[in-house]
């Protein structure tokens, strides 16, 4: 009990710094206006979204036909958070999703690039992912690190995809070979036939997973991208605001994750991940310590104990008080020294982990020289007054979040803008248009500021809301600023969001915040819709106290970097240094400019730690203490010890016996075949289901050469072969081999088998574990004969259907004859009298002639073989796998008349001599069964039967087949027995394995009967046997299951 108590405290130590540890702050929920929810119930389930199929990893279908990939992530999320479904569809091609979408047969497509033709039927969100296209080389080739070392190389890409066109326009000497698809292209590259490979880094990374491809690296970046948005249809403007909701409420941790997910090819080791293997070095300490500690305090423990029998007197063990007196504390001090330490080292380790450094960003040539040549000459446009994003302070200087975020940029790439403060946003986006400017530091992405910049992606989301003065008390939306004078700061992104969905509006426009917001304090206009952070900088500065929020604009900025599209190498290497400020960093910046703490688990990552660590030691002394107390008891029963290791000597002794006997009694019980070789291939054991498959006893075969004895002739070179390599060295092989019964039967088993070396290296003996799979090879083998008598049928049916044609013209052609000739047709008359011929003496002619018996002869004839053609053109139908109700005795007539038509000129044999008994219960129950099956096991023992009867020459001989149909338990029994030259029991026992036959080369292929027990035993779980004596004939028996 007391032990319990010492284990359940340290759990609960460290369940309750678990549990008074704050956890994640979930995403925020999606604020909804009253018609968005309405318009969301009305449409739950039916709006159709088409996704991609084949664009891994960003949409794809998977193998069980589910969609999968980032977007479809994202899809799971915005669904989850607007409590509404779409209704998915699957289109393959990309221009049929396109067209479907230009005529509204699709309302969403989840992952497409905006583009002028397509905003003339689409609406599109903010960009949610960027895809650039990425130089995949070899690792071992470090000649190509950028776009300017591919001239005169093999370069791969994929056809008809928008980088060949980039590469052509700004690389015009590239070699570039277009190949089907992203796999062959990276598969040209790992295997040498092409030097390196234009490929989009998550494509890229998705396929080198799931090719297993380990040699690629990422030598540099093209400079081409695509940028993803979600497509609505532009007739429904209230789908892409919530959409674009949906997508502002999904955080950039929730982003990363999903990214990670999906993205896992592998860039050059950097700083960061030196640190945090730093950081697991430290951890790696701490359990070296925990070990130390825990070895130091059990050898004391162990010379406590054997204190007593040292002295000659009674065991004991010391206590904790004597622990700490002087007498022990060079072992106590030591002791608690290595936990405190223990603890110190798993807090720093945790701590330097989760505060690693941010890695170096690695650049390619061109781009270092780039920012070389242009240090102090890229200009940077500056919003003076957007407080506490981006300012200039009453000193001149650019301050700010964005201020900072430029800073770090700046030491990151040892480079420095060239500041330009803007007098409104409006000139802003003026000098941004005519290329006055190179980079503005913080700006929303649309579609018309796409035509001119480049954008990275979005590093800070900023929340727009409704500002009135106090004296107004009613919440508003945008809808209801149709009634009051509003302020919009001029060119924003909101102004032209507010002139497009609510055009009632009045609005005035004002070149900054702090003017907007002096205008509503001083009653010029109604109400002002700015940004949050904004406007509580400036209501602080100013002391403006009259002001308060009136409701959401539902409407946030998603502010990126951006950079003239002009320059796409300086895109590239912002995106570069974007990618490589932290998430830490970012926070902490936000927390020192906006007052907002926006992941406050990492604000408790110490606290964490500190209280795992606290708990682990805790933990640790407690089971010390609680282990200091156990041992006390067994001190009383030590004297005893030599006996009790003894007993259990002894008993270890007993349980190896037991054991050995135990894995004797498992091997020979087991159905799988165990041998045991000598170095010469003697036979050393086997076991009990070998002994019983090949026929012998262990007598008969120990010592015999097992190779000589069993395996087939044409295996033995191979067995020969493994043997010898098994004996050299030690080793393994698992290979099939043929291995032949006293019977004379051959088994198909796969061994796994292999050597055993003494400990002085010498060969002990060599082991083999085998596993019969005749079975499964005869299956397979039928299946397959299966499939070629089902292409023998479609054949079959084909030329059935061929000759029908003719045979109708020529039995037509005879009636029609016939027809000419009746001296009863005032027809045949008129036109006989007009040629001067007499009808009746020609009629007696034709009668003396015995052309009519001859014309009668064609027709009959031809209803014969248009019998024979509909009786092959139901056999070579191809059957589904359903199972009819059946007559069985009409099925045996159809099989009969089918087979009727089968003859041999060469060897003077036709069925139609044969004597066909029928003997049949007419009362015999339907049975279930897939019909065109048993017609051809019946068809295959009737045709076997005809040919054995043919071989018999007897001129007295009468050959006869005699059909029994009977109920008998429950199923339907069919007996064929033929009065031919029967079997010997060796043939007979073998009729049914697969190519088995006793007709001479060319005759048959000894699968019928092998195909029929297939059929009968698989297919219908009935059960197919024969009985023949030599010179008695021989009788088939068949049951089936009436269901």
Known sequence: MKMKTALTLPAIVLLLGIAITPARVMASTIELTGEEKQWLHEHDGKIILAPETNYPPLHFLDESGSFTGMAEDYLIILEKRLGFHFKKVTV????????????????????????????????????????STMIIVRQDDQSINSMEDLPGKKVTATKGYQVINY????????????VPDEQTSLKMVS??????????????????????????????????????????RNDWPILNRILEKGLASITPDERE???????????????????????????????????????????????????????????????IRQLLSGKYLYLTVPLIASMFILAFL????????????????KLTDEEQQWLMNNNNKTTLAVNPVWAPIEFIDENGVYTGYTADIINKIEKKLQFSFKIVPMSSWDNTIISAKTGKVDVIGLISQTPDRSLYLSFTKPYLTVQNVILVRKNLKNNLTLADLRNFKTALVRGTALEGYIKSRFPGVPINLVNNETEGLRKLSFGEVDAMVTSLPAASWIIEREGLINFRIAGDAEFSYSLSIASRKDIPIL????????????????????????GLNYDIESDHNFFIMLMVSTGIFIFIIILILQWNRSLKKLVNIRSQELARELAERTKAQQEAMQQSDFNKIFIQASPLFYVALDGNGRILMMNDAALRALGYNLDEVMGGDFISLFVTEEDRDAAQEVQCGLSSCPSESTRQFDIISRSGRILTVEWYSCSLFRRDGSFDFLFSMGTDITERKRTEEIMLQTEKMMTVAGLAAGMAHEINNPLGIIMLAAESVKRRFDINNAQNLKTAESLHLDLPQMHGYLEKREIYKYLESIQNAGSRAAKIVSNMLQFSRTAGTEKTSTDINKLINDSIELVSSDYDMKKNYDFKHIIIKREYDMALSRVLCIRNEIEQVIFNILKNAAHALNEKRDEEFEPRI????????????????????????????????????????????????????????????GSISASSQPGEGTTFTITLPFS
Not at 92 to 119: C, F, G, Q, Y
Not at 347 to 360: I, Q
């Open 191 to 232: 295997e040498g036939k092409a030097r390196a490979a234009l490929v989009q880094l998550d494509v890229a990374s998705y396929y080198i997973e799931k090719l297993n491809i380990k040699n690629l690296r990422v030598a540099g970046e093209t400079g081409h991208t695509y940028d993803f948005s979600i497509g609505s």
């Open 346 to 361: 798993i807090l720093a380790g945790f701590y330097y982990y989760m505060t690693a450094d941010s890695p170096e960003i």
């Open 962 to 1021: 005699t059909i029994r149909t009977m109920e008998q338990a429950n199923r339907a029994v069919i007996h064929l027995s033929d009065n031919g030259p029967g079997m010997e029991e060796t043939v007979r026992y073998r009729i049914f394995e697969p190519f088995y036959t006793t007709k001479p080369v060319g005759d048959g292929t000894g699968l019928g009967l092998s195909v029929s027990y297939f059929i009968i035993t698989q297919n219908h779980h």
């Open 92 to 131: 393959h091609e990309w221009a049929s999703m396109l067209s479907m979408a230009k005529n509204r047969e699709i309302d969403v497509i989840m992952t497409i690039v905006n583009t002028p033709e397509r905003r003339e039927y689409f609406n599109f969100t903010t960009p949610f992912f960027h895809s």
């Open 571 to 594: 895109h590239n290497i912002l995106e570069k240094a974007m990618n490589h400020i932290t998430t830490n960093e970012q926070q902490q910046l936000k927390k020192k400019w906006l």
């Open 167 to 178: 590469a052509s326009e700004h690389f015009p000497k590239l070699d570039i070979i277009q």
């Open 257 to 319: 994750e999903i990214y990670r997910k999906w993205i896992h090819l592998e860039q050059a080791s950097s700083h960061m991940e030196r640190n945090r293997l730093r950081s697991l070095v430290i951890l790696l300490s701490a359990g070296i310590a925990m070990i130390l500690a825990i070895i130091l305090f059990l050898k004391f423990l162990k010379k406590s104990m054997h204190v007593a029998r040292r002295n000659d007197g009674p065991a004991s063990i010391v206590s």
